[in-house]
């Protein structure tokens, strides 16, 4: 099932993020986040708070988590979307994440399905996502699932780090 967080959830969502942190530093690396900066578990309390964080969990465990809002970061103006929408109409994937022990089971498709459902509730028209060049396994699935690739920026991500992301866009 994948539904709203709660607080309770807070502790494993960080747990989630800090098996992924772990991952990258044996490698593969797939993230270019950074320990203690980004992702935390008070950026999840901040999108908690605001009603936009939902989690995956299925038998009481957690494996997933998304925030979905429509905050598009100042370099997506940089991106030659080419799906026409006013930024009340555009949803906005950020940090979706599948704990690493659970990875190769279908469940990002299945988060990124619920992304859809519950932008299209929303009365979204168009989804609009970044991910950083190096993650492989995501810029391989989304256009697998429909997205376009809009083009890639340099963001300057979180203050903290310069890094290229590309941009994927699918009309729902």
């Not at 964080?53 to 100042?74: A, K, S, T």
């Not at 932008?119 to 492989?136: A, C, P, Y």
Request: charged share 25%.
């Amino acid at each position: 099932m994948i539904r709203h967080a709660a607080p309770s959830d807070l502790p494993a969502i960080s747990g989630i993020y800090e098996a992924i942190l772990d991952r990258d530093e044996r490698g593969p690396v797939y993230t270019n986040w950074q320990r203690g900066k980004y992702p935390t578990v008070d950026h999840a309390r901040t999108a908690l708070e605001a009603g936009t964080l939902y989690v995956g969990e299925d038998d009481g465990v957690l494996w997933g988590v998304v925030n979905l809002n429509g905050e598009q970061l100042p370099e997506y103006s940089d991106i030659p979307w080419a799906i026409p929408a006013e930024p009340d109409q555009v949803g906005v994937i950020h940090t979706l994440c599948i704990h690493p022990d659970q990875s190769g089971k279908g469940l990002a498709r299945r988060m990124v399905a619920f992304c859809e459902e519950e932008f299209r509730r929303q009365g979204k028209t168009v989804i609009r996502l970044d991910t950083w060049e190096g993650n492989l396994p995501a810029n391989r699935l989304y256009p697998s699932l429909g997205y376009q690739y809009a083009g890639a920026a340099e963001f300057f991500f979180m203050g903290f780090v310069r890094e290229i992301l590309n941009c994927y866009e699918k009309a729902l």
